[in-house]
Nanobody
Framework: QVQLVESGGGLVQAGGSLRLSCAVS????????MAWFRQAPGKEREFVTV????????YYADSVKGRFTISRDNAKNTVSLQMSSLKPDDTAVYYC???????????????????WGQGTQVTVSS
C-alpha cells in the first residue's frame, strides 16, 4: 500500500520559515515526480512546486519562486519543501502528491497525480 505522509506544518509569523517533509512508503517513483500543492479555504487546490525523482529537476509556481525550495532524498524516499519569507497568502493545507511521469505536460494539474498525502496545515500570521 502506497502512503504519503506530510509533516512539519504549523503556525509562523509573516517573514518566517517552515520546512515540510513528505515520507513515501510502499513503493518508489524513480521515474516519476513528486509535487506540493496547497489549498486555502474556499479556493481550489493550487500547484506549488514539483521535482523529478531521477534528475532532481524542479519547477515552481510564480507565486513561490525564490522563496520556496523543493528537494528530495532518494535514499530516504522523502521530499521536502523549505519555505522562507512566508506571507499570509501562503496560509493553506499543503499536500504532497506523486505520479509516475516526470516534468512533462500536466504537472500543475491535481488530477494527474495518483497518490496523495493527508495534508498539513500551514498558517502564516500577519
Amino acid at each position: 500500500q502506497v502512503q504519503l505522509v506530510e509533516s512539519g506544518g504549523g503556525l509562523v509569523q509573516a517573514g518566517g520559515s517552515l520546512r515540510l517533509s513528505c515520507a513515501v512508503s510502499g513503493r518508489t517513483f524513480s521515474t516519476g515526480s513528486m509535487a506540493w500543492f496547497r489549498q486555502a479555504p474556499g479556493k481550489e487546490r493550487e500547484f506549488v512546486t514539483v521535482i523529478a525523482w531521477r534528475s532532481g529537476s524542479t519547477y515552481y509556481a510564480d507565486s513561490v519562486k525564490g522563496r520556496f525550495t523543493i528537494s528530495r532524498d532518494n535514499a530516504k524516499n522523502t521530499v521536502s519543501l523549505q519555505m522562507s519569507s512566508l506571507k499570509p497568502d501562503d496560509t493553506a493545507v499543503y499536500y504532497c502528491a506523486a505520479r509516475d511521469l516526470g516534468l512533462v505536460n500536466g504537472l500543475k494539474v491535481p488530477g494527474n497525480y495518483h497518490y496523495w498525502g493527508q495534508g498539513t496545515q500551514v498558517t502564516v500570521s500577519s
